[in-house]
């Protein structure tokens, strides 16, 4: 089993404060498939910079509100 | 399961079939024979046909039942997840042809045999499919 990557994410906590925003309506807004949210919600992905800056961007808050690193 | 997740597993299941088809009629007739039989080429051709019309129909019909606007919207029908999945695939799918190739390449300094070279060369397409079939598969479920 791979080791999941250091990168914490709130994307679904945030998601779901925001009127309850479906998977595909985010996708949609970042530009990628609903599967792709779905495994970055799993921490099974981590997005690029650029997508990671368009999901903080969707919820109006700054990259480490959204992304944190938990490795040492 | 993603788009692109099921069309892997159907040109995976195509390949499968065709190599399946094309192996059980080399081996039913090469013990039939006596000794591996010389390459056929309605055998060969069999192969393909079989496999491109498992994975033409397979993706037709996943592409009809799919949300296509979602993927028309982004370049090559792919995001940035899909895309990096088929690389590894892909890559992986060339270390496995070309090892396989250099195996039946060798084998001819043993056995000077144009049937086992043909032979070798389709099971090195056919495994290495599969490879790339499979890894991909395996990349979309693991965490990176």
């Keep these: 089993m791979a080791k999941r990557p250091p990168i914490t994410n709130r994307v679904k906590e945030l998601r779901e404060a925001k009127d309850q925003m479906s998977q595909s309506a985010l996708?949609?807004?970042?530009?990628?498939?609903r599967q792709?949210?779905?495994?970055?919600?799993?921490?099974?992905?981590?997005?690029?910079?650029?997508?990671?800056?368009r999901i903080a961007r969707v919820f109006g808050?700054?990259?480490?509100?959204?992304?944190?690193?938990?490795?040492? | 399961?993603?788009?692109?997740?099921?069309?892997?597993?159907?040109?995976?299941?195509?390949?499968?079939?065709?190599?399946?088809?094309?192996?059980?009629?080399?081996?039913?007739?090469?013990?039939?024979?006596?000794?591996?039989?010389?390459?056929?080429?309605?055998?060969w051709l069999g192969y393909i046909v079989l496999q491109l019309c498992v994975s033409i129909?397979?993706?037709?019909?996943?592409?009809?039942r799919e949300l296509k606007d979602e993927f028309m919207a982004m370049p090559g029908g792919e995001d940035e997840r899909d895309r990096l999945v088929r690389m590894k695939a892909e890559g992986m799918q060339g270390h496995v042809m070309s090892g396989l190739i250099f195996v039946a390449m060798a084998t001819w300094f043993w056995h000077a045999n144009t049937a086992?070279?043909?032979?070798?060369?389709?099971a090195a397409l056919i495994l290495s499919e599969l490879a790339?079939?499979?890894?991909?598969?395996?990349?979309?479920?693991?965490?990176y």
């Excluded at chain 1, 996708?27 to 498939?33: D, L, S, Y």
């Excluded at chain 1, 495994?39 to 997508?51: D, H, N, R, T, V």
């Excluded at chain 2, 024979?33 to 010389?38: D, E, M, W």
């Design chain 2, 132 to 143: 790339r079939a499979g890894w991909q598969m395996f990349s979309y479920n693991r965490a």
């Design chain 1, 36 to 53: 792709t949210v779905i495994a970055i919600e799993q921490g099974k992905y981590s997005p690029s910079l650029e997508s990671a800056f």
């Design chain 2, 1 to 43: 399961m993603s788009f692109w997740e099921r069309n892997t597993l159907i040109i995976g299941l195509g390949s499968f079939i065709g190599g399946v088809f094309y192996f059980s009629i080399v081996i039913w007739q090469s013990l039939a024979a006596g000794s591996l039989v010389t390459p056929s080429f309605w055998v």
């Design chain 2, 116 to 122: 086992i070279l043909f032979h070798s060369l389709v």
């Design chain 1, 27 to 33: 996708a949609k807004e970042i530009g990628v498939t």
């Design chain 2, 57 to 64: 129909f397979g993706m037709w019909f996943g592409a009809k």
């Design chain 1, 61 to 72: 808050v700054g990259l480490e509100d959204v992304f944190g690193w938990d490795g040492h």
